[in-house]
């Protein structure tokens, strides 16, 4: 059993950085894919950032389109953290953010509650 609990949220204005993080418990952090996802009122949830498996051993990063180049995912193993750094922030950013993790992120099992990213413009 893994728990998630995100921090970082906040209101931020266009352009501005927000970092979030992602603290885990459980045991094998190191072994999980990990991502963020995001969902915004009246949209489907959206992987936005993540730590995606290929194969059996192998962890790689990927981004949605829309974040590249703005957005850093980034994962601490000793502290059981993963983290998302966001950059020039847009308007459409805003949403509720979530980690989330499991052996693929295509379903993962393991969800946080969730932090709320408002980008004011």
């Known amino acids: 059993q893994v728990q998630l609990v995100e921090s970082g949220g906040g209101l931020v204005q266009a352009g501005g950085s927000l970092r979030l993080s992602c603290a885990a418990s459980?045991?094998?952090?190191?072994?999980?894919?990990l991502g963020w996802f995001r969902q915004s009122p009246g949209k489907e949830r959206e992987f936005v950032a993540g730590?995606?498996?290929?194969?059996?051993?192998?962890?790689?990063?990927d981004y949605v389109d829309s974040v590249k180049g703005r957005f850093t995912i980034s994962r601490d193993n000793a502290k059981n953290t993963v983290y998302l750094q966001m950059n020039s922030l847009k308007p459409e950013d805003t949403a509720v953010y979530y980690c989330?993790?499991?052996?693929?992120?295509?379903?993962?099992?393991?969800w946080g509650q969730g932090t709320q990213v408002t980008v004011s413009s």
């Open positions: 989330a993790a499991g052996f693929r992120l295509d379903s993962p099992p393991y």
């Open positions: 730590f995606r498996r290929r194969g059996v051993v192998t962890l790689y990063v």
């Open positions: 459980g045991r094998s952090f190191s072994t999980y894919a």
